[in-house]
């Protein structure tokens, strides 16, 4: 079964895509936290940071590029921006294709509240 994310890139269901190429795809987050929450994925399908392998080195490197071309066309790359990816359970991961969250637009506040 495809992951929701693989059926966005593929087009077969719609999202708000701000970039694609041959390695990854980013669209806007359905349920934004942020004035700017764009999601990073790889086309291909890797479930948690946990199954990254060497082989995906290039390709988990590209999404920081991207990342970076992205935060400049939404205009937060002075203002700044978060990165985060979540893996697993206690890190409240809901899908499990690898995706890096890009958030800007405001200030983010600390990165976590300590418990
Ligand atoms: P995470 O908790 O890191 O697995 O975040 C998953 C994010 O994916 C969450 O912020 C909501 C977003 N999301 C889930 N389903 C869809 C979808 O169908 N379209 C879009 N654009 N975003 C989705």
Redesign the pocket.
Known sequence: MPT?FSK?ISGE?P?DIVYQDDQVTA?????PKAPVHI?IVPNKEIPTVNDVTPDDEQTIGHMFVVAKLVAEKEGVAQSGYRLML?CNRDA????FHL?M?LFGGRPLGPMLVRK
């Open positions: 929701i966005i269901i999202a669209f806007r987050d359905v349920d999601l979540n409240n991961q809901e899908v995706h969250h």
